[in-house]
């Protein structure tokens, strides 16, 4: 995020409000329990990562011009703070960059399993807050609900290390794709209500299906015109569709979501045209019923069950490796990210930055709210494709890094 020129004492100002914030989201400033159970947090006050660098550029824009040798991820990685995967190592990051005008970046990371974006950018916003006003918010994040919803319990399945997966021998490229309100509607016009129960699509929905639409067919063409099965992986926000819940989770804090999962037979694919309206109709069902499913359940057991069984699910498929297609997709949007005023004005550009995971992408709101940005990884030939896609030609732009002046 990049805000207007500040002075060094107004840097100090903001690192000591960051310490005031971390008091209300004491977890963040744990340790993992790895000897005791391994998603327990040490609430042990032990703090974040912090840094401060100096950046030698004018600004953001010079300093990704002058990043020749990199991609653009790879440049706003080098923004971000160096975190460790170690059981002692921070859970959260703050890394502070200060251009040559005075300009500053904000790179924040933190473990998925410990935040999600609604978390985060209720973090985000209260720091600003509190380096704004230099009094926090009335209002404390409940962090003591999730585990009462989410009770601890033995997972039918082991889960993936990352860490130590073998390096893939290929080439993962992320590129970043701008579909403003007028690419959007044009979309949204092509989709047949065909189906009664199939309402007018979300723009977010519409953009997902597209990206799952186009990375299908790209498979497709890779295997002889021959479709694989394919499954998107869809995060849902659990807050505010809770009946059964009580105290109420409409603003609880930790990582309450639960993955929605579309799936595409390859045979059903081979006999339909695979027009946009019919992974607009599967990914806008999918959320749909997961939606509903929350809605109906009962009790809390009744959500926890339909939580894992989700996970479960989604972490089989991917385990299938080469026999299937599997892609994640995550929505940033309708989150207030451009509300974060930290006394020199709101933020010009919020963004996502990509760790090269293939078939990952993630969509934000532009500053406007009327478009989306989307950060999209893949294979880099898949990419090739991907950006030569006649739909991706004709609804998108790239984002304009001259205008971060």
Known sequence: ???????????????????????????????????????????NDEGIEYVRTKVNA???????????????????????????RLPSSPLYGVQVNVFNNGGVTIGIQ?????????????????????????????????????PWLFPARALPFPLPDLNTTTAPNYKNVTKRFLFDALAIENLRKTIKDNDMTMKQPSRVVVVMSLIWKVV????????????RDSSLVVVVNLRGKLSCTAP????????????????????????????????????????RDTC????????????SSLTLNNHTKGVEKLLQGDEMDFYLCSSWCGFPWYEADFGWGKPFWVSFVSFGHHGVSNLMDTKDGDGIQVTVCLKENDMIEFERDTHILSSTSKLAFHSFG
């Not at 299908?216 to 479709?227: D, F, M, Q, R, V």
């Not at 509903?292 to 959500?303: F, H, R």
């Open 216 to 227: 299908t067919h790209i498979s497709s063409a890779k295997n002889n015109g021959n479709s």
């Open 1 to 43: 995020m990049k805000l207007r020129p500040l002075t060094v004492p107004d840097l100090n100002k903001l690192e000591k409000s960051l310490s005031e914030t971390l008091t209300k989201f004491y977890p963040f400033a744990g340790r993992f329990r790895k000897d005791i159970d391994p998603f327990s947090i040490d609430c």
């Open 110 to 146: 933190i473990l998925h399993i410990v935040s999600d974006a609604f978390t985060l950018v209720k973090f985000v916003n209260e720091w600003a807050h509190t380096t704004l006003t230099g009094t926090m918010s009335l209002d404390n994040p409940g962090f003591g609900q999730l």
């Open 292 to 303: 509903e499913a929350i809605g109906k359940a009962e009790s809390v057991d009744d959500i």
């Open 58 to 84: 004018d600004d953001l824009a010079q300093y990704l011009r002058g990043q020749a040798h990199n991609d653009i991820e790879s440049s706003l990685i080098d923004l971000l703070p160096v975190m460790d």
């Open 248 to 287: 109420s989770l409409e603003h609880v804090v930790g990582n309450c979501v639960i993955p929605a999962i579309a799936n595409k037979e390859g045979d059903e694919a081979r006999r339909k045209d695979d027009e946009l309206n019919d992974f607009v109709k599967l990914v806008g069902n999918t959320i």
